[in-house]
């Protein structure tokens, strides 16, 4: 069962626009974490939220936690071709539970 | 600095055969990790170990599954007797206990069982 639900599933924008997912749960996390996955490789951390309503950014991206500690969002601007991958949130540890992602394809 | 390393990278395999992948975790991680990746079920977490014990084996799916590690530097992870549903990417992770929150994975082994 997952405990993380990811929105949308798919997703397929031109190059330049805007864009956020989402990863949802009914449980609270002490921490959650967004990876990316390239085809035909592992997935990268790209960042981890630690505190309710904390806000971080990575150039183009820009992570929420949700005040709650059970959601949270990814939001990229401007998108490039080279953000086509699959987005992938994850919470807990140990026991690491991971949503089921967001394929994004960014065409040029 | 090498990262997690998985081998081999791509197997192909008769169902019945017993199959071994490979992992070397980050030198100096004292956690690891088998994760089992498909379309249907994504990515789900298999066992992992701490110290070279294993911790939580509960994401085993069956008894044709088994993880060892023998020392800090490698695991395997062997499905005997291999079937088609095995088919699937199969993920190394590590981390070290200073820093519990960033996993670093290897490439994974595409497993296909025919």
């Known amino acids: 069962t997952q405990l993380l639900e990811q929105s949308p599933q798919f997703l397929s924008i031109q190059e330049g626009e805007n864009l956020t997912v989402y990863c949802n749960s009914s449980?609270?996390?002490?921490?959650l974490q967004w990876y990316r996955q390239e085809p035909g490789e592992g997935p990268v951390l790209l960042v981890t939220?630690?505190?309710?309503?904390e806000v971080k950014k990575l150039k183009r991206l820009t992570f929420q936690f949700g005040d709650a500690r059970k959601d949270s969002s990814l939001h990229i601007t401007a998108a490039q071709p080279g953000d086509t991958g699959l987005y992938l949130c994850a919470g807990g540890w140990g026991d690491m539970r991971f949503g089921a992602g967001t394929r994004l394809t960014v065409k040029p | 600095d090498a990262g997690v390393i998985q081998s081999p990278r791509h197997e192909v395999t008769e169902m019945g055969q017993e199959v071994t992948l490979r992992c070397k975790p980050i030198s100096g991680h004292d956690y690891l990790f088998w994760y089992r990746q498909t379309m249907m079920r994504g990515l789900e977490l298999l066992i992992y170990f701490n110290n070279n014990v294993p911790i939580d084996d509960s994401g085993m799916p069956e008894d044709r599954f088994s993880a060892k590690m023998p020392n800090a530097s490698f695991s395997t992870l062997k499905i005997q007797p291999s079937e088609p549903r095995d088919s699937a990417v199969y993920f190394c992770a590590s981390i070290t206990s200073g820093r519990v929150n960033e996993q670093f994975f290897g490439p994974g082994t595409r497993l296909t069982v025919l």
């Open positions: 939220v630690v505190t309710g309503g």
């Open positions: 449980s609270v996390f002490s921490s």
